[in-house]
């Protein structure tokens, strides 16, 4: 019930829309802060020097904060890390490296931070167990960290995973597995599902078209900007900071929407969507990109000391 190594939630292109929203909506005070963090992440240096040279000061630092991310995502391809555990690293270890925080001196990559994938099943086929540690519960150790007074070095560190394990928490398929009669051991948060759209034989899985809906991954913070700006407008209240709640959203979202049969029938597929699954699907991705931005930004604003 993993994810595959193939897999994100929301590309690089939804992360920095997150990251987009959520620091339009951060406090002075909060921006001062987080900027010095981020400072210290060891691609500050490439990210910076990636910017064109005429912007200013205030839009570099709001698209280093967008570049930071997907920093968890980054480190899944750079050769100074390490997959652990088992399944390609999407299997925690049975050791204390599972749930080490000891900042940018850990090398692993810690792939199963990035999920939690609750199982349900249709056809009342027994589910698996929920993974542990996940999304949930590093999210809960990252925002302990930026609200007390640990040292600026692990506060970097939690910081750039918190801000991209919140947009991970609103991709419904990082919430969830589907067990069937053909998938006993689930689907790996739809890696296991093919898709296919109506008429076109380039298929892909499940859990990439979701994560492909707001744009190409190798857009950069200039062309994710404006999409970002352009996003429906969402309320999100200043007390919204309860991490469970969104991880249920999504799970219900998954069952819902993303898993709509049809065309999503059960099994691995492949399974032929339509316009009108498309459309609900941009829909949905769209919303739960600008709540996902909004809550980061009321969580920095409240614990980031």
Not at 108 to 113: F, N, T
Not at 242 to 268: C, Q, R
Request: aromatic content about 10%; hydrophobic content about 35%; overall charge negative.
């Amino acid at each position: 019930m993993l994810c595959s190594p193939q897999s994100f939630a929301w590309n690089n292109f939804g992360h920095m829309a997150v990251g987009w929203i959520a620091y339009k909506h951060l406090n002075p005070d909060t921006k001062l802060a987080v900027n010095k963090l981020i400072a210290k992440n060891p691609s500050y240096s490439k990210w910076k020097k990636s910017l064109p040279g005429n912007i200013s000061n205030d839009d570099r630092d709001l698209y280093i904060f967008m570049l930071a991310t997907t920093w968890p995502d980054q480190i899944k391809g750079d050769s100074s890390y390490q997959d652990d555990g088992t399944d390609g690293g999407n299997t925690p270890p049975t050791d204390s490296g599972a749930t080490t925080n000891v900042g940018y001196a850990d090398k692993a990559r810690h792939k199963y931070w990035h999920f939690i994938d609750v199982p349900f099943s249709p056809d009342n086929t027994p589910l698996g167990l929920v993974p542990y540690p996940n999304v949930e519960t590093e999210a809960a150790v990252f925002r302990q960290v930026l609200a007390s007074n640990a040292s600026s070095g692990l506060k970097s560190y939690d910081l750039v995973w918190l801000l991209h394990l919140i947009g991970d928490i609103h991709q419904p398929l990082h919430c969830t597995s589907r067990f069937t009669a053909t998938q006993t051991t689930g689907d790996s948060g739809g890696n296991g599902v093919k898709v296919c759209a109506t008429g076109n034989q380039n298929c892909t899985n499940l859990h990439a078209f979701w994560d492909d809906l707001l744009g190409p991954s190798n857009a950069t913070p200039l062309q994710v900007a404006p999409v970002a700006k352009a996003l429906p407008s969402v309320t999100v209240s200043p007390a919204d900071l309860d991490v469970h709640t969104w991880v249920d959203e999504s799970f219900e979202l998954a069952k819902g929407a993303t898993y709509a049969n049809p065309p999503i029938g059960v099994g691995a597929g492949p399974f032929q969507y339509d316009q009108a699954y498309a459309a609900s699907a941009l829909s949905v991705a769209q919303k739960r990109v600008v709540q996902a931005g909004l809550r980061l930004a009321n969580i920095l604003n409240t614990e980031v000391k």
